[in-house]
Structure formats: C-alpha cells, structure tokens
C-alpha cells in the first residue's frame, strides 16, 4: 500500500560545503567567500496544505523558533507579497537535520517552500526569479532552490555548476550547535586567503578557513575531527558543528561509523549532484 502521507511530502536535503575559503571583506560587513556545495541524501522533509484564506501557518513548533521568523513561514509570505498570490497554506516540517550543524537545513527548508508553493500555487516564476527571492532569506537559500551542485562566490550567491564525484559521506553530528554569526565575527578568523580556482579544488585543496576558530572554541567538534582523523581524515561543513570524511562505498563508510563511539552521533549519506527536489519537481 502507497504512504499517501509519504508520496505528498516535499525533500529539504542537506548540503554539505567541500571546501571554504574567506577570501576578504565587503564594506557592508559580508564576508566574500569561495565554496563548493554538494547535497546529500539525508534531509528534512515538509507538507504543504493550501488555504483559502491567505493565511501562512507553521502546524508544528520548532523549539526555540517563533513562527514569524521561522524561514518557511518568511519563504512563503515572500512567495506571495511577490506575486500578490491570495492563497495561504499551513506548512508542516519533519525535521531531521540538526539547527547550528552547518547542513543548510533551515535554508534548505526556506527553498523548499519557495520551490514547491510556487508549484503549488502556481505562481509561475522561473528559477532566476525564486533565487532572487531566496537571497535576503540566507545565503545558502540560493543553492538549494537550484539544485544542482555548485561552486560559489561572493557570499554564496555566485554560482557555477559543477559535475563532481558521488562519494559517501560519513558525517558526525557533534552535540553543540556553532553560531555562524560568532565564527565570522571572530578576531582570529582569517578573511585574507588567496583565491583558488576550481581546478585547485579538484586537485585537493579543500581547506575550510573556519576550521581552527570552531575546532579552538568548540571541543565537541574537535573530538569529532580528532575521531574521524583516522579514517582519512576529517572535514567541517560551513561553520560547522557537523564534521564528515569521504568513502568511496556506502558499506566501508557503515564500518567506520560502527565503530564511532557510544556518545558521538552520525549518518551515512551518498553525495549528489542533483537535488531530490529537483526530482520531486519533475514527479509532481
């Protein structure tokens, strides 16, 4: 039997950043970077009920989120106050990625509203067009309403589409949560790294210029990176806390993971260069 359930909902998944480099620093106090987005299986997962009423309505309480600032409820009254669209709808979301863990779910969740709302309410704009709306929503919103792996620049806005490698990931979610906002305040941040180019990626140059103020200030993520350094080592997403390393097969990646710790807490997810909600789109 068909999950009705199930079959309705709309895929929020996770990204994870290969690489970032802060490259300097605009006058308006954004940070101009160099980063490399791939998503991953794992996600959230949302429900949209339309309404006659105009109203937006989050169903279930995010802990320590109060609706109005609450990225989908902000996607969607954007979504209409854009296009003077009547319809409302109450949004239901199954969280699964952790808040403050560098995977991009809040953003991801905001672009998954933008994406499916328009859809759903047929608005009509085109991809250029939901971007644009996306940016004053998070930098990271961009991406995910594209959906294609990417190269970015400036501050994550830019983006090039890039064909890489699927790997497996392992991922540690590390029990803290890091402020992106204090990372790129931090006085012992650098925001001077020379440019690379694409290229210089590929070839393995997948330093993360947050990484030695969050492993300083966070010991739970050092734990972390210290663990997964003897599976080849270990990489932060964004700010961080989640940490990951690459394995070319799902099963040697379920080994290591067997072998974490009781207290650290992870997943296994396959890389991709699409985005299941491109294909939920292309489904629906």
Known sequence: MIDRDRARAWPAP???????????????????LQTVFQFIEQGDRLWFDLREDGAVR????????????DLTVRAA?????????RLGVDIRCEKNLPMGGGLGGGSSDAATTLV???????TGLDEEALSALALPLGADVPVFVR??????????????????????????VPPCSVSTRDVFRHPELTRDSRPITLADFLSGDVTNDCLPVVRRDYPEVESALDWLSAWGGGRLTGTGACVFAVFDDES???EALSRAPVRMRGFVSRGLNRSPLLDRLDRD
């Open 116 to 122: 499916a709302l328009n859809r759903l309410w047929g």
């Open 147 to 172: 959906g294609r792996a990417a190269w970015g620049e400036g501050v994550g806005e830019r983006l090039e589409p890039v064909d890489l490698p699927e790997p497996w990931y392992l991922v540690l």
């Open 58 to 69: 989050r169903v279930d309480a995010l802990a320590g989120v109060a609706e109005d600032d």
């Open 252 to 254: 040697s990646a379920l």
């Open 14 to 32: 996770a990204k994870l950043n290969l690489m970032l480099r802060v490259v300097g620093r605009r006058p308006d106090g954004y940070h101009e």
């Open 77 to 85: 009254r954007a979504l209409q106050h854009a296009t003077g669209c």
